[in-house]
């Protein structure tokens, strides 16, 4: 019976792909890109209402549209794509069958109905809380059941993929150690887990006091256990886009991690750290002691930053390294003039890995530190970094394997590659507009989730400094960029998938997306005989030294507030 | 590979590369930095928040906040009459949140210290003091309290930025600094 499993074997990578996990690799692709177009308008629409001089929409249908971005891409467009994500860690990457199909499909199943279901209840106007949905506000019962069918059904999945390990395990489907990309997902699904019980812990009691069978719900309470969900969801992305910048490199330029050790390393301590991140939320929050605090926004000691510093090394030093071996050699930053800059998933990735580094991490660590968080909670500083984590890091970063996926799961050939090649420069341009025009914005004290900066209607008058107003006209023309870069992928995928010529089983040698034999190493020596990277220490160096500077200049500017105790 | 598995069975074995230890080194060093900033910040730097915070009844918030407004109002401003309060220096001062506003409107005096009760009465609210930009979230059944020391003297607008409801964006209050 396990023989009769239907797999192909992919001419460009060798990698086995079985007929039911191509087929949910596709569905839960598809419908995250659906999302991600529907969430994206969403986001648009949000831009162009806070350009003071468009002002586009309603207060009413503002609000509605906002709680509905926020819904659709942070949470439905990511986690549909983690999934088809996990499904080839574990399926195609470990060469075996993915565990229990249908309920795979059931998974999958949940997920849309609960998706849909939360759009509907946004769509009919009667949820605008914003995605957080604080209490004591309240919504219709069906918003909370949406997420929570949603979160249901993400678990499933998870459970599809821990079961796929446990067959390639027993079947011997490879030999040693899981792949780093599979391990990384595995860290990502572990997170998942505890993510999506945080979810459920907090929604479900929501969901009765909403239909009046629970009395009340402690406010501060529920945004600790309802960010244990929604900052560690965060960091499902981070492991699942870490997995991706060292499955691009490796598939685009043969590069090997430095050190298998460190890597993992690294992800581990995403495991033990990352949900204490909650306390980002809860930094200016009455009734929570200072120790508190201090102690988990910084992840105890700051070991999750750790291991994403690492991952910030170890990638430019993994693609160095392959160029280098490859010949790319000459003087400090020759192997990063020649690398593939045309080639979208790479430049995807590389650009997804600088603005993540630097405008979502740096700022992040500054945003999440106690005191300076009085200074920037709740001002459009937040949402500014976020866009740098999740749009120019996360988004970017699935955007760049879909280039891959469509050729190699899909079989076709990208169609307009010209298009392609200059879209990921184009939304990573929008998007670091985005993000530095929002924390402008948000330094010079404009509010996050605000429909009117100029308080025409307010019964008192104030004046926001006319250079904020500067900030969020350059915010929505940023948008706009941004949106031109993600119709632009949009058409080339959508139309790719639709009108794509099949590709053929010798493309990998006409037309390659990867390196022959789907990226087969170029190194074979373990880390102490990879070459010196000279290119990689200067990158990180700098990287580090506006670390510095900026963390300072933060204090600098809290310490002219006045003094509070 | 990152895409098969590591060619050496033993790669827990492998030893790192220098630029591998010395860039561990530095971020774990820079981390417990930054974790001893935000504790020296609270030994010697000004601007802390206190752990200070009481479970209270919205109403009975209510009802002191009224009571403090009575007992220092100066005069009334905007189309809705605010009070407008002068508390004596060093004394605990209220404000409250509510659909969709931050009441009553405090004159504070510069270079003097306040005890200042923060609390909502039905949804959480965020207080935002602009252009110095002091930002806390407010909680309905928690009364926060913050010694603050304004420094500078003008008119500060109290920005809510939480949101609360379709009337969020006219929520708006104003304290007052004035030189002695």
Known sequence: MIAKEKFRVCPDTGFKVFDTTEKLIKINAVVAVVFLAVGGLFGLLVALTRWPAVHLLPADLFYLVLTAHGADVLLFWIVFFEVAVLYFAGSVLLNVRLAAPRWAWAAFILMLVGAVMANVAV??????????????????????????????????????????????????????????????????????????????????????????????????????????????????????????????????????????????????????????????????????????????????????????????????????????????????????????????????????????????????????????????????????????????????????????????????????????????????????????????????????????????????????????????????????????????????????????????????????????????????????????????????????????????????????????? | MALTPPENPHWWREPLHRMEIGWITIAFLWGLFMFGVMVYWHINGEQNLSNEAYRVNPDVYGEKVEAFAEKYTVRTEGKTEIPVVKPPPGSDIYMLGRLWEWWPILELQKDQTYRLHLSSMDWQHGFSLQPTNINLQVHPKYEMVVTLKPTKSGEFGVVCNEFCGIGHHTMLGKIYVVDK
């Not at chain 1, 886009?241 to 598939?251: E, K, P, R």
């Open chain 1, 123 to 565: 769509l009919q106007g009667e949820s605008s809380v914003m995605f957080t949905s604080y209490v004591p506000m309240r919504v219709a019962p069906h918003f909370y059941l949406g997420l929570i069918l949603f979160a249901v059904g993400a678990l499933v999945a998870m459970f599809v993929f821990f079961g796929t390990l446990v067959i390639a395990k027993e079947e011997k489907t490879y030999e040693g150690s899981v792949p780093l990309v599979t391990f990384g997902a595995i860290v990502a699904a572990i997170i998942a887990v505890y993510t999506i019980a945080s979810g459920a812990i907090i929604l479900i009691p929501t969901l009765l006091w909403s239909l009046d069978l629970v009395a009340d719900i402690d406010s501060v309470m529920y945004k600790l256990v309802w960010w244990g969900m929604g900052h560690s969801s965060q960091q499902i992305n981070m492991a699942t886009q870490v997995s991706i910048w060292y499955c691009i490199a490796a598939m685009v330029l043969g590069a090997k991690p430095l050190s298998e050790k460190v890597s993992r390393g690294a992800f581990l301590l995403y495991i033990v750290f990352l949900q204490l991140a909650s306390a980002h939320h809860l930094l200016v929050e009455p009734g929570i002691s200072s120790e508190w605090k201090v102690f988990n926004t910084s992840y105890a000691l700051y070991l999750a930053v750790l291991g994403s510093m690492i991952h910030g090394m170890s990638i430019p030093g993994a693609v160095e390294c392959a160029q280098r071996r490859r010949g790319f050699n000459e003087g400090m930053f020759g192997w990063l003039r020649k690398a593939p800059w045309g080639n979208p998933a790479f430049s995807g990735m590389a650009l997804s890995v600088v603005l993540f580094g630097i405008l979502g991490g740096i700022t992040g660590v500054v945003l999440g530190a106690e005191q300076l968080n009085i200074i920037m909670h709740n001002t459009l500083y937040v949402p500014g970094h976020f866009h740098g984590t999740v749009v120019a890091g996360t988004t970017l970063a699935f955007m760049a394997i879909t280039y891959l996926v469509v050729p190699l799961i899909f079989r076709r050939e990208i169609i307009w590659p010209k298009v392609a090649q200059w879209q990921p420069y184009l939304f990573g341009l929008g998007v670091t507009g985005i993000s530095l025009f929002m924390m402008g914005a948000g330094t010079l004290g404009v509010s996050r989730r605000h429909w009117d900066m100029a308080f025409t209607d307010a019964p008192l008058n104030f004046d926001v400094p006319p250079a904020a107003f500067l900030m969020m006209g350059l915010n929505g023309i940023s948008a706009v960029i941004a949106s031109i870069g993600g119709i632009m992928f949009i058409l080339v995928i959508v139309g790719t998938i639709l009108f794509g010529k099949k590709r053929g089983e010798d493309a990998c040698r006409t037309n390659p997306v990867i390196l022959p034999g789907g990226g087969a190493t170029v190194m074979a020596a373990g880390s102490e005989g990879t070459l010196k990277l000279p290119g990689t220490i200067a990158l990180v160096s700098v990287f580090f030294a506006a670390f510095v500077l900026y963390y300072f200049v933060n204090w600098k500017y809290l310490s002219e507030v006045w003094p509070l105790s």
